[in-house]
């Protein structure tokens, strides 16, 4: 892994999100001119298979609909991850958990999958990414 701040974009560790495909809800009690606006709920399963601790420093998700057009992001820094789990520590050799429940505004597109783009950094500031893509069903 790099020096602090760089990013690697081949993590140690395996990820995935939970359950697939996704379910999406409509947010009641909320109007749009357009589409509802929609919630979901899952966890983000980190597996750790590097040799020290690592920290989920940042999660961008997004909603797409199966063409480059995708809503509004929603993004969770890491003083916004701290404060929702308290620790964002993943240990080696432990699959974390992380629950999630994002809602998103008001769309004119028909989502088709969730992306979760995720910024794990190591003790030195050195970062990873990765991209978890997951079918809307």
């Known amino acids: 892994m790099g020096g602090a701040g760089d990013v690697d974009p081949s993590p140690a560790v395996a990820g995935s999100i939970v359950p697939q495909p996704l379910a999406l809800a409509p947010v009641t009690g909320v109007r749009c001119p357009f589409l509802t ?8 399963v980190i ?8 920290f989920l420093d ?3 998700i997004r909603l797409f609909d199966g ?13 916004d991850l701290a404060v929702r789990f308290r620790s964002t520590r993943i240990r080696p ?3 974390s958990r992380f ?6 505004g008001c769309s004119t597109f028909l ?9 794990l950094r190591d ?3 050195g970062l990873q990414t990765a991209r978890l893509v997951v079918p809307i069903g």
Request: aromatic share 8%.
């Open 99 to 104: 629950g999630f429940a994002p809602r998103f």
């Open 58 to 60: 940042q999660v961008t």
């Open 123 to 125: 003790g030195s500031g």
């Open 93 to 95: 050799g432990v699959t």
């Open 47 to 54: 597996d750790q298979q590097g040799a020290s601790d690592l």
């Open 37 to 44: 606006p929609f919630t979901t709920s899952f966890d983000l």
């Open 111 to 119: 989502p088709r999958s969730l992306h979760a783009d995720i910024v």
């Open 67 to 79: 063409s480059s057009l995708g809503g509004s992001p929603v993004l969770m820094s890491a003083a």
